[in-house]
């Protein structure tokens, strides 16, 4: 608290009219106006009214080779060789074509797209329609205009045609496609968007065909969220298949516009297997997806008739005694429809594998060191390997043969750019082997637009040849954005793991004004689970905000990356299976104990905070290791995983049915009498993620041990508090450890 009162006086004396003559109050003034300079929560925290991040530009993009730069009332093209800045049009001239025609104005010309790299023509994706506006002659080539309540649009730019849904139908050119009962979808995310699942419809490459996802929830428990906006609270159930439950069943159906005819893939009994990976074969004949048995062991890639629906092939099938987990679709090569990538971590690594459909094998069944095997039907040859992953295919340069990737060769801790020649595997940077990049690829693969940061550079934006990777001109060259500010310093280290072997990553985070001779507490950062990184080689290693905000009021902030998080590999993440947040907990106590080893560092007083899973690991960690952790505060966290979700749940920890003495271990109510220090539960009340019962459940599970944790709930809000209620998040969080560390 007294931070806040010192910062309070300093805007008093701010706010003070000067007065002639007062040297000492000027002297004071100044003083306290360095007081000031510390950022605060509303300069850190997205939803704050003085929110400070590093400078960007919004919607740059590629038509053909030109680079695209919008501004709020212009649009520029770029020449990528040397930088040079052409006006195409003004956000004027748009909005007057549009009024024109009745059909509203923009307010920015951020969100504009250049779809057609042959054409002089804007793509205005507007509420409730699609306009295309062409600049050159000045005037709407098309419109469509379409429900207001219309969710998940999906423009085809080939076509012209438009799915969306609205409420649980989908509809195409304002025709109703499907007209379903209570308790089922289409043309929505299906399996809770696991398996890198976004969308539910997919255009097929001419936009003459709609692929698109039916899912039949009827059959899935109800979970009751309550909406206390009403006058009387109104129950609002939503449909919540539990681990080990009844799960939906979901059909992947074709649409033809043409004839308003729609068939169903014959996937025959869809109990129990999911769908995933979506993507049409260029010749538009036949449709591709990856089939995943329940148990998340087993995948298929298959290939289905698109006009009689009937199985065709399956060309490939992969198992693992853990979990097989397909993330991405087949991609075609853009001058070889016969072949496509296909990627997979079945050497441990996230890889890209090229498939030939005209060469078949001989059928091998191929053992890997983990006790798992796969069959290729077709000739697969590796494009890439080592002990670093794949993260994206960014596009293709088909005069050249190569394909563009993001990956982590260089570090873990890093994203960067590469091209991949196809016919002999040659990796090639792209980049300048720095920090995290995210890059588009011009039309023809002949230019990067590469966004890109490091630990000590807020943002830069680039434009690249793919000749050699060179920068060809500087769009942005961010400053950064607490210049002026009194910040903390962030250092980068590795640790050993608890098995003693593994190198983990940890991030600390020192306050601005740091004192060698003093004793610090100490608040632990962690998520832990799969699919995250907390640590990487970005603008200030990652930090978030809060954790700056919390060295700065003199605490040391701490993040190790354990082992089950993501980026590392296929063993360093599923470790971890059937027991979550058991081994994840012991790495987290090994990065204590080196804490604790700093001499700056008081033993005494280390707290942990983390949401979600890391809510989990929050809890877990203040449950076992009562003498370690005396403060925590745990936001939406998984209590009992058998209150989890199916897809997610039974991936990492089977079901209760068939790994009970896991769900018992990992089941935090069965620790509440465990519980010594201070622990604060925050939870949302609409949470249809990580549902309120875990919450409601360990509080009574306290109760019954006679044990006093806090709770706290944030009306109206899902699985995170976003918005302005996000400072008053952080904001809560401060004040309990203030309070109690």
């Known amino acids: 608290m007294k931070t806040i009162c010192k910062s309070i006086l300093a805007a008093l004396l701010l706010a003070m009219p000067a007065m002639p003559g007062t040297t000492v109050m000027a002297q004071e003034t100044t003083m306290n106006s360095n007081e000031l300079k510390y950022p605060t929560l509303e300069d850190l925290i997205p939803g704050g009214e003085t929110y400070r991040f590093a400078e960007t530009l919004y919607g740059v993009q590629w038509w053909g080779d030109q680079c695209i730069k919008p501004t709020l009332d212009s649009l520029f093209a770029i020449n990528p060789k040397n930088g040079k800045e052409t006006l195409l049009t003004t956000r004027e001239h748009i909005n007057q074509a549009l009024q024109a025609q009745k059909l509203g104005k923009l307010s920015h010309l951020y969100s504009v797209q250049l779809p057609w790299a042959d054409k002089t023509q804007l793509l205005l994706a507007m509420k409730g329609k699609y306009v295309v506006y062409d600049w050159k002659a000045d005037q709407i080539v098309s419109s469509l205009v379409f429900d207001q309540q219309a969710a998940n649009a999906d423009y085809s730019t080939e076509s012209g045609h438009v799915a969306y849904t609205i409420g649980n139908n989908l509809y195409v050119d ?3 496609v499907t007209d379903e009962p209570e308790g089922v979808v289409c043309g929505q995310t299906v399996h809770r968007n696991e398996f890198g699942i976004s969308k539910g419809t997919f255009w097929s490459p001419s936009g003459q065909l709609l692929a698109f996802y039916r899912m039949d929830e009827s059959m899935v428990s109800q979970y009751p969220l309550v909406d206390i906006t009403a006058r009387v609270g109104k129950v609002d159930p939503v449909r919540y298949p539990m681990a080990g439950m009844t799960s939906h069943k979901v059909q992947v159906g074709i649409y033809n516009p043409a004839t308003g005819k729609t068939l169903y893939l014959n996937t025959g009994d869809p109990t129990d297997r999911y769908f995933t990976n979506i993507s049409w074969a260029p010749d538009e004949k036949s449709l591709f997806l990856i089939e995943l048995n ?9 290939q289905y008739d698109a006009e009689t629906g009937k199985l065709m092939d399956t060309l490939y099938q992969e198992k693992h005694p853990k979990y097989v987990e397909p993330q991405q679709p087949i991609v075609f090569l853009p001058w070889d429809d016969t072949k496509f990538i296909y990627q997979s971590q079945k050497d441990g690594y996230n890889h890209l594998y090229l498939f030939d459909t005209q060469i078949k094998t001989e059928v091998q069944r191929v053992e890997d060191k983990a006790g798992g095997n796969h069959i290729a039907f077709y000739q697969m040859k590796p494009l890439t390997s080592g002990p670093w992953l794949v993260q994206s295919i960014l596009g293709f340069n088909a005069k050249k043969k190569e394909i563009f990737i993001t990956a982590t060769k260089e570090s873990p801790l890093q994203s960067n750019l590469y091209k991949v020649n196809v016919a002999n595997g040659k990796l090639t940077p792209m980049d300048n082997g720095q920090g995290v990049h995210n890059a588009q690829l011009s039309a023809s693969g002949t ?5 890109w940061s490091a630990p000590d550079v807020p ?3 680039d434009l690249r040849s793919t000749a050699n990777g060179r920068q060809t001109a500087c769009l942005l060259t961010a400053a950064n954005p607490f210049e002026g500010f009194k910040m903390p310093s962030v250092e980068v280290g590795t640790l050993k793991a608890a098995d003693g072997k593994t190198d983990l990553y940890y991030r600390i985070i020192k306050p601005a004004d740091f004192d060698p001779a003093k004793k610090y507490p100490a608040i632990v950062y962690v998520y832990g689970g799969p699919h995250a990184q907390m640590i990487a080689s970005n ?7 809060w954790d700056l905000y919390m060295a700065n009021k003199g605490y040391i902030l701490f993040t190790l990356d354990n082992r089950g998080s993501s980026n590392r590999g296929l063993e360093f993440e599923n470790c971890t299976f059937r027991h979550l947040g058991i081994e994840e907990g012991k790495d987290q106590v090994k990065g204590v104990e080196f804490l604790q080893s700093l001499p700056y ?3 005494n007083r280390i707290g942990v905070h983390g949401w979600s899973f890391g809510g989990h690991m929050t809890t877990a960690l203040m449950l076992r290791y009562p003498d370690t952790f005396k403060v925590g505060v745990a936001g939406g966290p998984v209590i ?15 079901t209760p049915q068939t790994n009970p003495d896991g769900y018992k271990q990992t089941n935090l109510k069965n620790l509440a009498p465990q519980l010594k220090g201070h622990l604060l539960i925050i939870h949302d009340d609409h949470d249809d993620t990580c549902v309120p019962q875990h919450t409601l459940s360990f509080i009574k599970a306290c109760v019954d041990a006679r044990t006093y944790p806090d709770m706290f709930i944030y009306p109206c809000h899902k699985h995170n ?3 302005r209620d996000r400072v008053h998040l952080h904001e809560k969080i401060t004040r309990y450890f203030e309070d109690y560390l």
Not at 539 to 545: E, L, T
């Open 174 to 176: 304002n025709h109703q």
């Open 640 to 654: 009992d995983w058998g209150y989890y979700e199916v897809m997610y749940g039974e991936r990492y920890m089977d």
């Open 539 to 545: 603008w200030n290693s990652s930090a978030r905000g």
């Open 294 to 302: 329940r148990d998340q062991n087993h995948s298929k890639l298959c």
């Open 459 to 461: 943002r830069v934006i």
């Open 601 to 603: 560092v008081d033993a």
């Open 447 to 451: 230019y990067l637009l590469d966004n």
């Open 721 to 723: 508090v976003l918005g």
